[in-house]
């Protein structure tokens, strides 16, 4: 069963930092992008940023300068290091992958999400 397991929320003070990460298991096959979501009540998910296995990013305005994604392909595991966090930035963050296998074409995968809550 593929699996997407998530770590890393909290609670943290504005201007503090988290990292999120995230590690795909099971028969996923190949995973050509990896990203963050993340949601708060009453509104729609939202991309954070994605990466794909080539290395191309795509951030979110509101977060360019202060968030940035990595990814170890090997370990099929990514991260999401969060600098200079804002209560704005309080959601729900929840992983994605696409993925799939020439068989049985891809699949989007998410994992169950972690509450990051930025207050003082």
């Known amino acids: 069963q593929v699996q997407l397991v998530e770590s890393g929320g909290g609670l943290v003070q504005p201007g503090g930092s988290l990292r999120l990460s995230c590690a795909a298991s099971g028969r996923i096959g190949a995973i050509y992008a990896m990203g963050w979501y993340r949601q708060v009540p009453g509104k729609q998910r939202e991309l954070v940023v994605l990466?794909?296995?080539?290395?191309?990013?795509n951030y979110a305005d509101s977060v360019k300068g202060r968030f940035t994604i990595s990814r170890d392909n090997a370990k099929n595991t990514w991260y999401l290091q969060m600098n200079s966090l804002k209560p704005e930035d309080t959601a729900v963050y929840y992983c994605?992958?696409?993925?799939?296998?020439?068989?049985?074409?891809?699949?989007?995968?998410w994992g169950q999400g972690t509450q990051v809550t930025v207050s003082s």
């Open positions: 990466i794909t296995t080539g290395g191309y990013t």
């Open positions: 994605n992958a696409v993925a799939g296998t020439t068989v049985s074409g891809t699949h989007d995968y």
